[in-house]
């Protein structure tokens, strides 16, 4: 009796690019193929990246831009530079969604549009649209 056993993705059965993945600390090995294990990596980080969202408003602080894709975490203060040289590292994605769920959702994060977010930094910290009113670029 052959005691080989083959080795299947355990959600899609298929036997292609196998990754093994430990489990509870080492315990036991299951087996993802790749297109699974990228289908759960993407659902894991866009659960922290939606819940983080939740807590602060679902849309932009500044101007309520609402659409999911153009948002952005920003620090309150313009200290993102700080916390990255206590780290040593810039911790952005899944590892900053995971440690602002971990430090309970601290005060000095909010949500902007990748607009605002980036004209708050060219502007001294200050987003151009709570300063300036501008005039539409087709106007005359």
Same mark, same amino acid.
């Given at each position: ?13 298929? !036997? ?90 601290? !005060? ?33």
């Amino acid at each position: 009796m052959d005691k080989t056993k083959k080795k299947l993705c355990y959600k899609c059965r298929g !036997t292609e690019q196998l990754f093994a993945i430990k489990a509870h600390k080492g315990r036991y090995t299951y087996h993802l193929c790749r297109p699974c294990n990228s289908a759960d990596k993407k659902r894991y980080e866009e659960s922290g990246k939606k819940a983080v969202f939740e807590h602060y408003g679902a849309g932009c602080a500044c101007c309520n831009e609402d659409m999911f894709e153009f948002l952005s975490v920003d620090h309150v203060n313009n200290d993102g530079n700080v916390e990255k040289w206590k780290s040593g590292y810039r911790i952005t994605g899944v590892h900053l969604y995971n440690r602002i769920r971990k430090a309970g959702f601290p !005060t000095t994060y909010q949500i902007l549009c990748m607009n605002c977010n980036f004209g708050k930094r060219m502007n001294s910290g200050v987003c151009p649209h709570l300063t300036k009113k501008y005039d539409s670029p087709t106007s005359g």
